[in-house]
């Protein structure tokens, strides 16, 4: 569903270019929730800011749903954003002043769908959710879990096949944290409508329940567990 090949990219240049990724390669599968780790500054979010269209690289590709991109700007890949990647962050990123339907429906027509549409497809979400009896509150009466609830329905809302989250428990407890988790494998599992989730998180507990683990690490994912992705030896001691 997801296919990246080679994928590099560097910041600067001449003595002070760093070189980010250097050469990524990763299949994720529709329906497969895939955590990616690695240390602080190793290209995490650099690689989802590519895969999501918000930045182009300087070699390789991506593939996803038969799409190809990865090396032209933000304006050419806008069809990426709007039709193919959802994204959920730490931070909710909900405004303030307006209900949990209309925080969805908003996003939806500023991508073009009439507002009619629009308010269906967001209240079908958050339904989708578990916030059915809640999709009339403003965020200020949502609890932590339940804002990133809403903010998981805005982005599923367009029927996306990727969910890219960027430490999507950093600012919840840990009873919330396993909510939203539990939520996320709720939708990979979806037998109609199944999404792929490509998680960046630093969380080992997170990690483990998904299906798979990448490390991020001298430029290049390579295959991983929670042992060697934290430096572990056998006997637990750092390496």
């Known amino acids: 569903m997801l296919t990246i090949s080679g994928l590099t990219k560097s910041f600067g240049s ?15 599968e529709r329906g ?7 240390p602080s ?3 995490k979010s650099t690689l989802l800011n590519i895969i999501g269209g918000l930045l182009a690289g300087d070699g390789g590709s991506i593939t996803l749903n038969e799409r190809t991109y990865g090396l032209k700007g933000p304006s050419s890949v806008v069809d990426v954003r709007r039709e193919l990647v959802g994204w959920i962050f730490q931070d909710f990123h909900l405004l303030d002043n307006l209900s949990a339907v209309d925080n969805v429906a908003m996003a939806l027509e500023l991508s073009g769908m009439s507002a009619s549409d629009a308010e269906k497809a967001a209240i079908n979400s958050l339904e989708r959710v578990g916030l059915g009896d809640r999709m009339h509150h403003i965020p200020d009466q ?3 879990g339940q804002q990133q609830r809403v903010a998981i329905a805005r982005a599923i809302a367009g029927n996306r096949p990727i969910l890219l989250a960027d430490e999507p428990t950093g600012n919840l407890d840990i009873a919330s944290g396993k909510e939203v988790l539990a939520l996320f494998k709720e939708l990979c599992h979806d037998e109609e409508k199944p999404i792929s989730i490509l998680m960046v998180t630093h969380d080992p507990d997170l990690a483990s329940n998904a299906d798979r683990m990448l490390l991020l690490k001298d430029g290049k994912t390579e295959a991983s567990d929670i042992r060697s992705a ?4 056998e006997d637990g001691e750092e390496e």
């Open 142 to 144: 949502l609890s932590g």
């Open 32 to 38: 497969e929730m895939v955590a990616l780790m690695g």
């Open 14 to 28: 001449g003595a002070n270019k760093l070189q980010v990724l250097k050469g990524v390669e990763m299949e994720i």
């Open 230 to 233: 934290w430096g572990l030896d």
């Open 41 to 43: 500054g190793c290209g």
